[in-house]
């Protein structure tokens, strides 16, 4: 089977999307990253029981960590397991990346927030974005522009 044969077969990748990201901030980088998963996360990511909406990405001594993201495990686990939904999980940089992001958020005044979660070559990657907070006028102003454009094409496909 040909790459590009295996990958239309392999179905939708795509495990979670973070709408409220892009209306809440402007995303200026997205940057790829991998996850410390347990066995039963990976099932529970694999049956789509995942919740970025409240989630963000933390600098503690050196690491990276993704916290308040609620993976609901399967009524099937273990019962030797004693899974805690929303625990932190340990983000997959490498150093220079990290220095990087370390020094855009405590300088800069960035913040990093989940985007996506997604599977590439069977592993799990996270999606984060590089962001600034958006004002209430620039959601406003943001929402007016979404609707010009809505409507533009409209009148241009019937008129």
Not at 85 to 93: G, I, N, V, W, Y
Not at 131 to 157: C, I, P, Y
Request: some cysteine; glycine content about 8%; overall charge positive.
């Amino acid at each position: 089977m040909t790459k590009t044969s295996k990958s239309k077969t392999m179905g939708n990748a795509t495990i979670a999307l973070n709408k409220k990201a892009g209306h809440d901030f402007f995303i200026e980088q997205r940057i790829e990253t991998g996850l410390v998963l347990e066995g039963w996360e990976v099932k529970s990511l694999r049956a789509g029981r995942i919740q970025l909406k409240e989630s963000y990405v933390k600098i503690l001594h050196g690491e990276c960590f993704l916290i308040g993201t609620h993976i609901s495990a399967l009524a099937a686990a273990s019962t030797h397991v004693n899974p805690d939904p929303t625990r932190s999980r340990k983000l997959l940089l490498k150093r220079y990346e990290l220095n990087r992001l370390i020094g855009l958020t405590e300088r800069s005044g960035y913040t990093l927030i989940p985007t996506a979660m997604y599977w590439k070559h069977g592993r799990a990657k996270l999606e984060i974005g590089l962001a600034k907070g958006k004002k209430q006028h620039d959601k406003r102003s943001t929402e007016k522009d979404r609707d010009w454009q809505r409507d533009k094409e409209r009148l241009f496909k019937t008129g």
